[in-house]
């Protein structure tokens, strides 16, 4: 894994930091945004966090039926800002919620210390990152309000067109 400082907005994370694919616990790994051909968004989120699980995860399942495989889609499981659990204890958790309960049609990888979280300067969760096809960040955004949410749904439609 590569560490870089925090990035701001338009500049390409040619080596940034990502999950290894054994932190994919739920569906198949997503190669690092500078390999992306096409837009994607990654959602910092805890399943402690009550925003992230009543608003931020059902709004990247809304983005997914309306952008499909139009878009990269990521939920990342971090315990920056949470409790640090061992990973016996986080992963069965984080698999049956996405496989029996959100059924997530996206991947979710973990971040199990936090680190590319705070790599990322998230400011907490959750927190969204939106990347151009080839790996520019283009918006970091932090919280599940409703502003947030239409700031990067017009992201998207400006990327690849409305749903």
């Known amino acids: 894994m590569f560490s870089i400082d925090a990035v701001p907005p338009g500049r390409t994370l040619a080596c940034m930091d990502w999950p290894a694919p054994e932190d994919f616990v ?89 680190d590319l979280a705070r790599t990322w300067a998230t400011e907490g969760t959750p927190h969204w990152l939106a990347f151009a096809a080839g790996g520019e960040l283009l918006r970091s955004v932090y919280g599940s309000q409703e502003n947030a949410q239409t700031r990067l749904q017009y992201l998207l439609e400006e990327l690849v067109g409305p749903a």
């Open 26 to 114: 739920h569906g198949d790994p997503l190669p690092p945004p500078d390999q992306w051909t096409r837009p994607g968004l990654v959602m910092v989120f805890n399943l402690e966090c009550p925003g992230c699980v009543s608003r931020g995860l059902p709004f990247l399942r809304q983005l997914h039926t309306e952008f499909g495989d139009r878009v990269h889609l990521l939920a990342l499981h971090t315990s920056r800002g949470h409790r640090r659990l061992p990973r016996e204890d986080v992963e069965p958790t984080l698999v049956r919620f996405a496989r029996e309960y959100a059924r997530l049609p996206f991947p979710v990888a973990l971040d199990l210390e936090g």
